[in-house]
Antibody, heavy 120, light 107 residues
């Protein structure tokens, strides 16, 4: 069965960087884009960007594009999101999600979420 | 960016009720509209994609309709496990924006 398993919770200080992983299984890794979405506790969902695991191409939200990098390792079927220059507003749960639907995309499988806490 | 206006922001209803949630977009997105349900501490779960297609495994009491700029999610008869927060999402163009959510609570 399709699974996306994310790395564990992180606590970072302001100004630091964090790298969260998302390991895929149960499907051909390079056949489906993966997106990242974050959610501040008690608030809504914010789209961060996407990576195409086949060629590695990426697209980021304008809000985060100066601080976010998405990469992948095809040998381990893992995608990563790296967020730098952390600030308290980055405290959130970070989700990876697989995109289904060739013509009208939708997020059909999600990781379990990784809580990032940014605090001095 | 495409703006998503979801209403109501919260809703109280009883088991067995019929419930409708609306999502309006700031521009025409054809039917590039998805609905998700999220329960506390869990990742969102896809209910409806492409405005009206029921995701595999989702109960048939959930349905979606609409096109262009106005969309609805309907639950025909609420079950106890349906109480959660619901989000619409457009995937017409990046950034793939979400609505602010509708929290469905038990009356």
């Amino acid at each position: 069965q399709v699974q996306l398993v994310q790395s564990g919770a992180e606590v970072k200080k302001p100004g630091a960087s964090v790298k969260v992983s998302c390991r895929a299984s149960g499907y051909i890794f390079t056949d489906f884009d993966v997106h990242w979405v974050r959610q501040v506790p008690g608030q809504g969902l914010e789209w961060m960007g996407l990576i195409n695991p086949s060629g590695g191409s990426t697209r980021y939200s304008e809000k985060l594009q100066d601080r976010v990098t998405m990469t992948r390792d095809t040998s381990s079927s893992t995608v990563y999101v790296d967020l730098s220059s952390l600030r308290s507003e980055d405290t959130a749960v970070y989700y990876c999600a697989r995109v289904g639907g060739e013509w009208e995309p939708y997020f059909d499988y999600w990781g379990q979420g990784t809580l990032l806490t940014v605090s001095s | 960016d495409i703006q998503m206006t979801q209403s109501p922001s919260s809703l109280s209803a009883s088991v067995g009720d019929r419930v409708t949630i609306t999502c309006r977009t700031s521009q025409n997105i054809n039917t590039y509209l998805n609905w998700y349900q999220q329960k506390p501490g869990k990742a969102p779960n896809l209910l409806i994609y492409a405005a009206s297609s029921l995701q595999s495994g989702v109960p048939s009491r959930f349905s979606g309709s609409g096109s262009e700029t106005e969309f609805t999610l309907t639950i025909s008869s609420l079950h106890p496990e349906d109480f959660a927060t619901f989000y619409c999402q457009q995937t017409y163009i990046a950034p793939y924006t979400f609505g602010l959510g509708t929290k469905l609570e038990i009356k």
